[in-house]
């Protein structure tokens, strides 16, 4: 496998990129694309059995599984990071480790029905809160301290509705590859 297989394996829809202009159009479509981000998680994964959820995405990378309760614990951590930043003043996010994480018990072997359920509830959250978000709003922010960087809420919006999509690519090109149903 070549690095750059290795690179469409990881990033299949690309890295995310931030656009230099937030149009209110942006924002809408991106909350929309969060909106309906369990749903199609849901169609993706209900029917797969243990052996397809325990199929790695890519080489030495999560399983389907890991995958699926990944994105409940980043978007759960997106959705307190909002709230922070809608009622502190730039505050200073704590970071997780992922990777870590993505090895504990309930990552590697727990059934995915309850997360399946956790993201809809989430993201049903996550997208009224950022419906109702104002301009004032967009422009609040919190400090995340790995990278020193603020993070606008704006920018958060885009960031998840493409997070949501690129763990949603790694399924949907697995069962492809595997021709799955």
């Known amino acids: 496998m ?10 299949p829809i690309g890295k995310f990129n931030a656009p230099e202009t937030y149009t209110s159009e942006y924002i809408l479509k991106n909350i929309e694309e969060i909106a309906s981000f369990a749903e199609k998680l849901k169609t993706e994964t209900t029917g797969l059995n243990d052996e397809q959820l325990d199929t790695p995405y890519r080489p030495e990378g999560w399983t389907v599984r890991q995958v699926i309760h990944h994105c409940a614990e980043s978007h759960m951590n997106c959705y307190i990071r909002l709230k922070w930043a809608l009622t502190e003043n730039n505050p200073i996010i704590k970071p997780y480790d ?5 090895e504990l018990p309930d990552s590697l072997t ?63 090109n697995l069962k492809k590859y595997k021709g799955w149903k």
């Open 98 to 102: 992922e990777k870590m994480w993505s």
């Open 2 to 11: 070549t690095e750059s297989d290795l690179e469409k394996l990881k990033y």
């Open 110 to 172: 727990m059934p995915i029905a309850p997360t399946l359920s956790l993201l809809e509830g989430l993201h049903f959250r996550l997208a009224y809160i950022m419906k109702n978000l104002s301009n004032i709003d967009l422009e609040k922010s919190f400090i995340h301290p790995e990278s020193n960087s603020e993070m606008r809420l704006k920018q958060i919006i885009g960031l998840y509705a493409w997070h949501g999509n690129h763990h949603l690519a790694h399924i949907v």
